[in-house]
């Protein structure tokens, strides 16, 4: 049971344009969430996280979104770069019971010059 | 340079064999995680430990096992190994006082294995 998915494998956008990633959670239990950008040969790192209690964070050219009630989040790239053409995963999480970070299956970003 | 040190960075094995791969976590950092990424799939959780104990299981074999040390590395056993353990093996940890988040995961490089 996929409880965070990420339904577009890929993504192609214009240099300068916005990017939106979206993800998708099944678990009414998580209440913390995060974007992680993965280089090739590289581990995963850290964007931008959201609780629940918030609908925005907001973090430079990143901005995320959260739509509890329809249980989706979005990651905006405004403007977008060459260098964000990555593999970027949401994550979510719980504070109450459980410790696990649930991944989406990622979605590759490519940022055309 | 996200402070997880994983080694081996690469490591080819046959069928059949076991391999151990050790993570060290950040400085001060209590919880370890390990995630198994097969090709062109997300992150698959295996097991959380926090201060030496385990604390979540995840999608983890039985030929699989870890455990933490009191210096706070950890190690991850596969045993009976197959073709489709072939993968990238990443450890990340975090601060994470008694399972109340304080932020995010720091992911090493990753151990990639190829069993033949």
């Known amino acids: 049971d996929q409880q965070v998915k990420q339904n577009s494998p890929s993504l192609s956008v214009q240099e300068g344009r916005i990017s939106i990633l979206n993800c998708d959670y099944t678990?009414?239990?998580?209440?913390?969430f995060l974007w992680y950008k993965k280089y090739p040969a590289e581990g995963p790192t850290f964007l931008i996280s959201?609780?629940?209690?918030?609908d925005k964070n907001e973090d430079g050219r990143f901005t995320v979104f959260l739509n509890k009630s329809a249980k989706h989040l979005s990651l905006h790239i405004v403007p977008s770069q060459p260098g964000d053409s990555a593999v970027y995963f949401c994550?979510?999480?719980?504070?109450?019971?459980?410790?696990?970070?649930?991944f989406g299956t990622g979605t590759r970003l490519k940022v055309l010059a | 340079d996200s402070g997880v040190t994983q080694t081996p960075k690469h490591l080819i094995t046959a069928t059949g064999q076991r391999v151990t791969l050790r993570c060290s976590p950040r400085?001060?950092?209590?919880?370890v995680y390990w995630y198994q990424q097969s090709l062109d799939q997300g992150l698959q959780f295996l097991i959380q430990?926090?201060?030496?104990?385990?604390?979540a299981k995840g999608n983890i074999l039985e030929r699989f096992s870890a455990q933490q040390f009191p210096d706070l590395h950890s190690e991850l056993n596969l045993s009976s190994l197959e073709l489709g353990d072939s993968a990238l093996y990443f450890c990340?940890?975090?601060?994470?006082?008694?399972?109340?988040?304080?932020?995010?995961?720091?992911f090493g490089e990753g151990s990639r294995l190829t069993v033949l």
């Open positions: 959201i609780s629940s209690i918030k």
């Open positions: 678990n009414s239990m998580f209440d913390y």
């Open positions: 990340a940890s975090s601060v994470s006082v008694a399972g109340i988040h304080t932020g995010e995961l720091f």
């Open positions: 400085s001060g950092d209590l919880s």
């Open positions: 994550a979510a999480s719980g504070t109450s019971g459980t410790y696990k970070y649930i």
């Open positions: 430990y926090y201060n030496g104990e385990e604390r």
